[in-house]
């Protein structure tokens, strides 16, 4: 029984269409402002917007659509999806297929019995990683101190994920354009307040293994 042709071990394996995969995601995008940006920033990377709320989502379609009449040939890797994150993430990528995350100014729930509804958590956090290639960045931003210190206690405590330094992020794009670039952080900015960014690394294999 020979066989003089490839199989693939895992479907992963197999290139079904040659479509690029999305690499970057927005969590609870709103209004899109981080989303344009980077899309011209890094044309040749799918980004995909996700919005839990109908009408917010479709506002970011339709922005998306008069940008790409208005710049011919611009914005194609840029798009939204009305969907709920904390719930239906792995039923959209796969396993490593993302090389950015971003959470920019994410709802705080302040109430204790709420916390658990926040979308930094211990548990998202593990699926986080595994939708991570490794070496992806999660993006995080606040203007809420409390908020901020909880992500930062999580992703601390998390074996798979290690803080980008400062020296890092000064070279990178993407890190330039997390407290003024989408409506929240402009508000924020507008009104004088502080924002407290940090940025995580999800490594190949947990720490202390
Ligand atoms: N990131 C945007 C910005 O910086 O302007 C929006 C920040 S706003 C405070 C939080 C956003 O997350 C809201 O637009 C909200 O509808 C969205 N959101 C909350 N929970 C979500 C979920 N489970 N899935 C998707 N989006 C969600």
């Known amino acids: 029984n020979v066989t003089d042709f490839d199989v693939p071990t895992r479907p992963e394996e197999f290139d079904w269409y040659g479509t690029p995969l999305v690499r970057f995601v927005d969590i609870g995008c709103g209004f899109g402002g981080l989303l344009v940006k980077l ?10 917007g996700m919005e839990i709320r109908d009408k917010v989502s479709a506002y970011v379609r339709e922005r ?34 993302l090389t950015k995350m971003f959470f920019l100014f994410p709802d705080p729930h302040f109430k204790a019995a709420n916390h658990r509804r926040r979308i930094i958590n211990s548990h998202l956090l593990t699926e986080y990683a595994h939708l991570l290639a490794p070496g992806g960045w999660l993006y995080t931003i606040s203007d809420v101190p409390e908020l901020g210190e909880w992500m930062v206690a999580k992703l601390d405590a998390h074996p798979l994920f290690e803080r980008v330094s400062e020296e890092e992020l000064e ?39």
């Open 39 to 48: 899309s011209t920033i890094y044309p040749d990377t799918l980004m995909l």
């Open 64 to 97: 998306i659509a008069a940008l790409r009449r208005e710049h011919p040939g611009s914005y194609r890797n840029a798009s939204v999806l009305r969907t709920n994150a904390m719930k239906y993430l792995p039923n959209y990528f796969k396993k490593g297929q």
């Open 171 to 209: 070279s990178d794009p993407a890190a330039g354009l997390l407290a003024t670039s989408s409506e929240e952080g402009q508000k924020v900015a507008r009104n004088g307040g502080a924002t407290f960014r940090n940025v995580y690394r999800r490594l190949p294999t947990p720490r202390g293994l």
